[in-house]
């Protein structure tokens, strides 16, 4: 193979259309424009979402905030769930299969909510500062 010798697949180029070369192409005359008006003549064209001057509905509606599209997958988990689950190592696939968090959460957070009365270890698994003083508390730890 050369470079000079490379050309497209058969079938991969189509003939640009020759617009505006007589009547027998039909695409003579208006040449597809259709007859008048702004989009008929040369340069006649504006900018995505202009509404002839009129106040374009993207500034008429009013702006929100934004809005987190993988916030929901991140589960909180109070500490009186840790307390019950059978297992003393706790990571988010565990979790997972405890049913406390959904299938599809990307990461989870222990909160100071309930007692814990038992040593526990987490893994991977976030923890507020209450949280992971009442986990150390009890004997267990917190490993980020």
Known sequence: ??????????????AAK????????????????GHKGQKSRSGGFHKVGFEGGQ??????????????????????????????LPVDEVDLLVLKQAGLVAG????????LS???TRKVVLKGVGAT???KAAI????GSVAA
């Open 18 to 33: 020759r617009v505006g070369r007589g009547i027998g192409s039909g695409l003579g005359k208006t040449a597809g424009r």
């Open 114 to 116: 309930g007692e814990i």
């Open 129 to 131: 500062k209450g949280a």
């Open 55 to 84: 106040m374009p509905i993207y500034r008429r509606l009013p702006k929100r905030g934004f809005v987190s599209l993988t916030n929901h997958r991140n589960v909180q988990v109070r500490l009186s769930e840790l307390n019950a």
């Open 104 to 111: 599809n959460a990307l990461s989870a957070k222990v909160i």
């Open 136 to 139: 150390e508390a009890a004997g």
């Open 1 to 14: 193979m050369r470079l000079n010798t490379i050309k497209p697949a058969d079938g991969a180029k189509h």
